[in-house]
């Protein structure tokens, strides 16, 4: 459990350095991108061992129902991500499509994993997201909506999270973890 917490604190600290001391930051340049880059890198790398070889108590076993939800949800995650970079017609409406993606993916993975191990990693990245919007919300507090798009980009939006989802769930059954109910 070690390695996960430790794991999930260097992700929280890379990711909102820039938040919490922007003077540091940006007296960093260039180079702050690429210690922000192999500190995040290192943390997800701690963070998979930490979590394959944590241990803890089920507070609930998988089933069937919380698999399809999940599923559904992490179509919308990765829908909600689509559309941040293509700036489709959700964005106009949601002001951290990403972060928000991030959210609903921490959920999703919550429902469907009942044990302690999970709470740590998947609860610990729902808070960092939930931080991270209340943080850049505060530096940040005017929003400019983007402009409309073309109808294209929402199609596309919507076929890049089905292929990614399909590439996703064949990489978590390569990798041992069962996405099918």
């Not at 943080?135 to 990614?164: D, F, H, M, S, Y």
């Amino acid at each position: 459990m070690t390695l996960l917490i430790l794991g999930l604190v260097l992700w929280t600290a890379a990711h909102l350095f820039k938040r919490i001391a922007p003077d540091a930051r940006a007296g960093m340049g260039e180079r702050g991108k690429l210690v922000a880059t192999v500190l995040i890198l290192l943390s997800i790398v701690l963070m998979y061992y930490g979590y394959k070889s944590a241990d803890g108590p089920v507070w609930w076993p998988r089933n069937s129902a919380l698999v399809g939800i999940n599923n559904l949800l992490m179509l919308l995650a990765f829908y909600l991500y689509a559309a941040s970079g293509m700036k489709t017609a959700i964005t106009r409406r949601i002001r951290h499509p990403q972060l928000t993606a991030v959210k609903v993916w921490a959920l999703a993975h919550l429902l469907v994993n009942g044990d302690l191990p999970s709470f740590v990693l998947f609860g610990g990245i729902l808070a960092w997201a939930v931080a991270s919007v209340i943080l850049i919300n505060r530096a940040e507090p005017v929003w400019t909506r983007p402009a409309p798009q073309p109808v294209w980009k929402e199609g596309a939006a919507i076929v890049g999270a089905l292929v990614v989802t399909g590439l996703v769930m064949g990489l978590h059954n390569w990798l041992g973890y069962q996405p099918w109910g």
